[in-house]
Nanobody
């Protein structure tokens, strides 16, 4: 019954910024890992960022380090992905995902719960 809903996608110029949100509901445990993933047409889905909602610790893919920031608002049960200095190669559908398993990962196989995705388009 876990439900994840992404929002905040859109179209921006290269160098611009977007902030994605993922609202989570339908679960009782507050301890989980939340990840952001993305997939472009004809390409494999890749992990972007993950946050340990208990400690607040984060990890990022090399391709987005220094540009993207994952964060959380515990009161709203929401996670965010702040994307700055966007590049055309960031164009993709972005998904949030949740795992209640111990440990963290940017591998999609380790996340059983997924949102529907939100489109991000970056033009040059």
């Amino acid at each position: 019954q876990v439900q994840l809903v992404e929002s905040g996608g859109g179209s921006v110029q290269a160098g611009g910024s977007l902030r994605l949100s993922c609202a989570a509901s339908g679960y009782t445990s507050s301890r989980k890992y939340m990840g952001w993933f993305r997939q472009a047409p004809g390409k494999q889905r890749e992990g972007v960022a993950v946050i340990d909602t208990g400690s607040g610790a984060t990890s990022y893919a090399d391709s987005v380090k220094g540009r993207f920031t994952i964060s959380q608002d515990n009161a709203k049960n929401t996670v965010y992905l702040q994307m700055n200095s966007l590049k055309p190669e960031d164009t993709a559908i972005y998904y949030c995902a949740a795992s209640f398993r111990p440990g963290w990962s940017l591998s999609e196989a380790e996340y059983p719960y997924w949102g529907q995705g939100t489109q991000v388009t970056v033009s040059s």
